[in-house]
């Protein structure tokens, strides 16, 4: 408000704090800000309201975990609180609590629904967004006691079949639990599912467990009742959970009363809970015979919430007409299978890179998830993803999703016209005008040539969090040249001639802005890799200006200063095998370490499969990778636990390995390893397709054997590409016109 800055506020503030013996929070403030390059927005809005969510809860966490560790805690707790154990953070002066050591989680559902419950490594389900969630457990007659979350090993995968399941299969001392989590439709609406199987050698109780608690920790519960006709439970009043039978036995407990753990000896039964604190818990107990496996299926119905147009679209619809692949690697083809999956759960109409901490939308993921949304011929739901992206930019032409994140616009016409290439499509006309304006606040946004180190480059900003304070980023340049470029072969496709010519000027000064910038720094570092800006030293931030490489392809596979680069953030930044970034995240990244792979892969270098192979043995049991993993738990440490980011990059590394554009021409077959090659024992044909490309869509076939043999099937756009086969391991091979199969020549 402009009035505002005519009151002496700032004077009551300092007085205020001074005088009850505080720091001055203004000077403070001002010298936090010294540490960063002057910015028109200090840290974007969102991040702070987000921040103060997830630390407010944090906060939560702290007074009541550690005073109440007789309780059942969700399996991040357990071992993030054990001092005996590899995970444990001593928490000391951290005001607030949060899970540091074990963010994984994966999502269940149903194509085009919103809704995204979330299972725990140990099969706590979290039903609704940020809600409570529900347990199993299993006790005996002999009291011994089966808790998943306390067990430090059990078995835990993704089923993919006719749906996305996710099954957790624990025992101890003759006690068995098996718990599937899936989405089905019932009545024509979203029903979430546990089917539970308990045994109990010697006889026992299933027991189905509230939780006001789930991945990130507190959830309030304060008002949990069983049915009259015990086969549903209200929770706060409202119809929550339906079990398959009657409810032989319920028990409920408050805060001061203790988790309803401590209460599964009472004789006598509580029907319903309350608790003014919101830490209600609950225990719906199935009697197990001796010997005699029970079975026992529990919904909980979800809000109804389908995004597409079809709300009775199956799983086996929406994967229609993808992009296929058959490879030897169990791994390999498990990743890419579960990773398309992740890709269509997390685009019901927006793309958001998680189904928890990150479900929102940001123009940076929604970017490359789009990208390999399109390689994996997934192309109606890219469009239906690119069409929201209109809405979102502002009269300026500033595509906003974060404040002070200038790489938007760049993403947003970059990846508008790699969807009009890949479907030979024109640009809708509703997409027109954004794309010009988006295009003119690039140039328009470029600071002044005043001959200062950031001259002619976009102005400090926030960018890519994992990359330090506000600053000058090349990132957020080569994303800018990028959109530039896009916008001028969009306009020159469509017959805007002006602004194609007017588009490419820019992106050309740019650029050699950029380059001049890069030759200081050079000078600077001592060495052709770019750092993260002008005014930084190469350190982990510097993975940003890997986008030059890959995936805007800016620079050529060669070029020193990528290569330089892949080479210092190796040697320098690599714990364990992938990508571990200083910088917020504190975290191996897999997503980022294949980004340095898709740069080892356009140079030919081999070193790009270790990086593969390293980034698959980081996955979960379930086939997911949180944003950034802890370099001893081995577990999620930052963003959301299921990162679709993370995922749509194994699917866009799989399908460049086969298949990747370099200027004008198709390079085949580059990232192959040459033992599948070379397998004189395989039993299948390698394949896949169909892959879309910007030249139309390719269908490959790979014999593998002594001579193994190449063959593919292309639908051009128009005149087929100049296509070259480039194993590693074997000669390369360029292809002439007519010729659609090759037998590689030993080396």
């Given at each position: 408000m402009p009035w505002m800055k005519w009151l002496p506020w700032r004077f009551f503030v300092r007085r205020f704090a001074t005088a009850h013996g505080f720091l001055d929070p203004l000077t403070l403030m001002a010298r936090l800000q010294r540490f960063a390059e002057p910015s028109e927005v200090s840290e974007p809005i969102e991040l702070l309201r987000a921040g103060a969510v997830f630390h407010a809860r944090a906060l939560i966490n702290s007074k009541v975990i550690q005073h109440n560790l007789d309780w059942v805690w969700p399996y991040w707790i357990q071992r993030q609180f054990d001092p005996r154990d590899k995970s444990f953070i001593p928490r000391a002066f951290s005001i607030t609590h949060c899970n540091l050591s074990h963010r994984n989680w994966t999502a269940i559902g149903i194509p085009d629904c919103d809704e995204l419950p979330v299972i725990d490594p140990r099969g706590l389900l979290t039903p609704h967004y940020d809600g409570w969630s529900i347990d199993a457990w299993v006790?005996?007659?002999?009291?011994?006691?089966?808790?998943?979350?306390?067990?430090?090993?059990?078995?835990?995968?993704?089923?993919?079949?006719?749906?996305v399941s996710v099954v957790t299969e624990s025992a101890l001392k003759g006690l068995k639990l098996r718990n599937r989590a899936h989405v089905e439709e019932r009545q024509g609406k979203p029903c979430c599912v546990m089917d539970l199987t308990a045994s109990c050698r010697d006889g026992g109780w299933l027991l189905v467990v509230l939780r006001p608690c789930n991945p990130e920790g507190v959830s309030f519960v304060h008002k949990v009742r069983l049915e009259e006709s015990a086969k549903r439970w209200l929770i706060e009043d409202?119809?929550?959970?339906?079990?398959?039978?009657?409810?032989?036995?319920?028990?409920a407990s408050d805060y001061r009363g203790g988790d309803i753990y401590l209460h599964l000896k009472d004789e006598h039964g509580r029907m319903s809970g309350?608790?003014?604190?919101?830490?209600?818990?609950?225990?719906?107990?199935?009697?197990?015979?001796?010997?005699?496996?029970?079975?026992?299926?529990v919904s909980i119905p979800l809000g109804q919430d389908f995004q597409g147009s079809q709300p009775t679209k199956t799983w086996k619809d929406s994967l229609k007409g993808h992009c296929t692949l058959q490879v030897p690697d169990r791994d390999f083809q498990f990743l890419y299978d579960s990773?398309?999956?992740?890709l269509i759960l997390h685009s019901p109409k927006d793309v958001y890179p998680g189904p928890y901490t990150y479900k929102r939308f940001w123009f940076r993921d929604a970017a490359f998830m789009i990208q390999s949304l399109?390689?994996?011929?997934?192309?109606?739901?890219?469009?239906?993803?690119?069409?929201?992206?209109?809405?979102?930019?502002?009269?300026?032409?500033?595509?906003?999703?974060?404040?002070?994140?200038?790489?938007s616009n760049g993403e947003a016409l970059w990846i508008l016209d790699l969807y009009c290439q890949m479907t030979n499509k024109p640009l809708k006309q509703d997409w027109c005008d954004p794309v010009l304006k988006g295009a003119r606040w690039i140039i328009g946004k470029r600071l002044p040539q005043d001959g200062s180190p950031c001259a002619g480059l976009l102005p400090a900003g926030f960018s890519a969090e994992h990359l330090g304070?506000?600053?000058?980023?090349?990132?957020?340049?080569?994303?800018?040249?990028?959109?530039?470029?896009?916008?001028a072969t969009i306009c020159t496709r469509e017959g805007i001639d002006d602004n194609a010519h007017r588009f490419n000027t820019a992106a050309g000064d740019f650029q050699r802005t950029i380059d001049n910038s890069l030759s200081q720094a050079q000078q600077k570092v001592g060495r052709a890799a770019m750092p993260a800006s002008p005014n930084r030293r190469l350190d982990a931030g510097a993975i940003g200006s890997i986008a030059a490489g890959y995936p805007l392809q800016l620079y050529p596979p060669e070029d020193p200063r990528l290569t330089d680069l892949a080479d210092f953030l190796i040697d320098n930044c690599f714990v364990n095998g992938g990508f571990f970034?200083?910088?917020?995240?504190?975290?191996?990244?897999?997503?980022?370490?294949?980004?340095?792979?898709?740069?080892?892969?356009?140079?030919?270098?081999?070193?790009?499969?270790?990086?593969?192979?390293?980034?698959?043995?980081?996955?979960?049991?379930?086939?997911?990778?949180?944003?950034?993993?802890?370099?001893?738990?081995?577990?999620?440490?930052?963003?959301?636990?299921?990162h679709a980011w993370a995922a749509a990059e194994w699917v866009a590394m799989q399908r460049n390995c086969f298949v990747r554009e370099e200027q004008d021409a198709l390079i085949l077959i580059s990232g192959l390893p040459p033992e599948w090659l070379k397998d004189t024992s395989a039993k299948k044909p390698i394949l896949f397709g169909p892959a879309p490309t910007r030249f139309g869509v390719i269908s490959m076939e790979i014999t593998p054997g002594t001579t193994p043999k190449v063959s593919w099937k292309g639908e051009w756009h128009g005149k087929p590409p100049a296509i070259a086969i480039n194993p590693l391991g074997f000669p390369p091979t360029l292809v002439g016109d007519g010729v659609h199969s090759v037998e590689l020549k030993s080396p």
């Open positions: 006790i005996g007659d002999s009291g011994d006691e089966l808790t998943p979350a306390s067990l430090a090993y059990c078995e835990q995968h993704q089923e993919l079949g006719n749906n409202h119809p929550a959970v339906e079990f398959g039978q009657a409810v032989d036995k319920h028990l309350e608790c003014d604190v919101g830490m209600a818990t609950a225990a719906a107990m199935f009697r197990v015979e001796r010997h005699k496996p029970l079975k026992l299926d990773a398309i999956r992740t399109l390689f994996a011929g997934l192309t109606k739901r890219a469009e239906r993803a690119l069409e929201q992206f209109p809405q979102r930019q502002k009269r300026d032409g500033f595509f906003h999703s974060q404040d002070g994140e200038w790489d304070p506000n600053d000058c980023y090349y990132w957020d340049d080569f994303w800018g040249v990028a959109g530039l470029h896009a916008a970034q200083d910088m917020i995240h504190s975290g191996i990244n897999a997503y980022l370490t294949l980004h340095i792979a898709q740069v080892l892969l356009r140079a030919g270098d081999r070193r790009c499969l270790d990086l593969m192979r390293n980034v698959a043995q980081l996955a979960s049991p379930t086939g997911q990778w949180p944003e950034a993993i802890h370099p001893h738990s081995l577990g999620g440490c930052m963003g959301d636990g299921q």
